[in-house]
């Protein structure tokens, strides 16, 4: 779909991604890594200090995705619904993350955490691209900045009340019951996650055209460069 916007249509998509970005700062403030509520979780099934830092390397690992996303963008027909399909990939990979101590303890645990966290992660790096492709076709350019700051400011300001309230909930509860309060904070995250990308599904998607190759291999093809 690649017909100009009017001014209506504009203003609600802009205001949809906006609002998504505060679900996804709410989101991301529960299971981010760096996060307390994320980095107590860990701590609770026993991680070391080691530990939470090879949670920190997964991050830099998983940017593989964007690498991914290059190769097999051009080719996906339907981009909307598949930002919409691996969104809901990562936000089921992340919930489960929260299911460990169902089945698992010590070690496999924190195992089974770091390998849902790299596969999540890998499913936002391999969208990252062609929602940002899509943001930028919908930002008329002479409000480009104003709405970055606002869109920036949605998802600290929303970030930081999730953080607050969440670090609050969680010390209510003993150490004996606070998974309780763990898998509460991430139920409730996951599903501002989740009508983060519902949300989206009302903007419409134009491809963003171009001259330019979308393989970051192509560069490497010429012989100038």
Known sequence: MNKKLSHSETARALRAFIFSSGMWGSWGQVVGIGTAVFTG?????????????YFVS????????????????????????FVFVVGMCEMILRFAMILAPFFLEGTAAILFV?????????????????????????????????????????????????????????????????????????????????GGYINLMRVPFREHITDAPGNLLTPFRDRPF
Not at 41 to 53: K, R
Not at 64 to 71: E, K, L, T
Not at 125 to 150: C, G, K, M, Q, V
């Open 58 to 81: 997964i991050a830099s690992l998983a940017s593989i995705g964007q690498v991914i996303s290059s190769v097999i963008a051009p080719h996906i027909k339907h981009k909307k619904r």
């Open 114 to 194: 770091g390998t849902m966290l790299g596969l999540a992660l890998i499913c936002g790096h391999t969208i990252s691209p062609i929602y940002n492709d899509w943001l930028a076709t919908i930002i008329p350019e002479d409000i480009r900045a104003r709405f970055i700051s606002r869109q920036t400011m949605a998802n600290l300001l929303s970030g930081m009340a999730a953080a607050f309230a969440a670090g609050k909930y969680i010390d209510l509860f003993s150490d004996e019951t606070r998974y309780a309060a763990f898998f509460t904070a991430f139920v409730l995250a996951t599903i501002l996650g989740v």
């Open 41 to 53: 979780y860990v701590l609770y099934l026993g991680a070391t200090d080691a530990q939470v830092a």
